[in-house]
Nanobody, 119 residues
Framework: QVQLVESGGGSVQAGGSLRLSCAAS????????MGWFRQAPGKEREVVAR????????YYADSVEGRFTISRDNAKNTVYLQMNSLKPEDTAVYYC????????????WGQGTQVTVSS
């Protein structure tokens, strides 16, 4: 059974930074796409960023391009999301995902970690 465990969420003031981590246990192949979604209260869940397994090619949502960086360590089955210049509108529950299709659907989801950005 595959499990994804997120960490690194918390509260920060606007302009600050946070780094999310997602550790995968079980059978996760290095060629799997891994990524991050988020869901704010009253809003639909949206993709934030994803990264291919073999090439490491990233994709970013327009709303986070230039502020967030996704990276992965295949030896540790871990994906990271460095979030800089945070804005109040980045407040959401962030979910880690993994799967064998770059654009989804994704086979595995984490339980989520809360990120709160105050103005």
């Amino acid at each position: 059974q595959v499990q994804l465990v997120e960490s690194g969420g918390g509260s920060v003031q606007a302009g600050g930074s946070l780094r999310l981590s997602c550790a995968a246990s079980g059978r996760i192949f290095s060629q799997y796409t891994m990524g991050w979604f988020r869901q704010a209260p009253g809003k639909e869940r949206e993709v934030v960023a994803r990264i291919r397994g073999n090439s490491g090619m990233p994709y970013y949502a327009d709303s986070v391009e230039g502020r967030f960086t996704i990276s992965r360590d295949n030896a540790k089955n871990t994906v990271y999301l460095q979030m800089n210049s945070l804005k109040p509108e980045d407040t959401a529950v962030y979910y880690c995902v993994a799967g064998n299709k770059f654009c989804g659907p994704y086979d595995y989801w984490g339980q989520g970690t809360q990120v709160t950005v105050s103005s």
